[in-house]
């Protein structure tokens, strides 16, 4: 019978002992690594839903940029009345992505007053001050048929009679 020589296995005992605890190794990091992203992950939800405005501040957030529409309007700066639709659109976006299902605006917002921003916006691209004063007008009646359909018919919009913006001049003509 032939002795086996145990010397000349020792680089593959070597290299087994090597992979299998570098496997267990790389398991371990990994799950290590994997509970700390998972920890990370918590950490974000939980700030994004500390940080998360409540509905009543982006519709306040709404009526400023509805109020500065009209003023901007008004005194037909129209680049001005631009960006405040685009304000204004950007604030129900949220509205519909944060707090959608409060007042059920995921559904009354692209159904009641998207579609009238976007005359509001026509008419402003258009400099037509008559089709913008008619189109704002429909524009605060939508935000009451809103609040009516919401549950919250004791909000009631109207166009501004005063303006709150002190340190804004809007007869900045473009």
């Given amino acids: 019978m032939k002795r086996i020589n145990i010397k000349s296995f020792i680089p593959l005992i070597i290299l087994f002992v090597f992979i299998v605890t570098g496997c267990r190794h790389s398991q371990d990091g990994q799950a290590q690594l994997q509970s700390e992203i998972d920890a990370l992950q918590n950490q974000i939800q939980k700030i994004e839903e500390d940080y998360k405005p409540g509905f009543g501040k982006l519709m306040s957030t709404v009526q400023a940029h509805h109020a500065k529409l009209w003023y901007a309007g008004e005194n037909e700066n129209w ?38 921003l976007k005359n509001v916006e026509e008419a402003a691209q258009n400099q037509e001050l008559i089709a913008f004063n008619r189109d704002y007008q429909q524009l605060t009646s939508g935000c009451n048929d809103c609040h009516l359909e919401a549950g919250v018919e004791f909000i009631r919009i109207q166009i501004p ?7 804004q001049n809007f007869n900045v003509k473009n």
Avoid: S
């Avoid at 659109?89 to 605006?105: C, K, M, P, S, Y």
């Fill in 79 to 116: 680049k001005l009345a631009e960006f405040e639709v685009h304000e204004i659109e950007e604030t129900f976006e949220e509205i519909v992505e944060l707090r959608g299902d409060q007042h059920n605006a995921a559904e009354l917002v692209p159904e009641l007053i998207d579609p009238l």
């Fill in 161 to 167: 009679t005063e303006t709150g913006f002190y340190n």
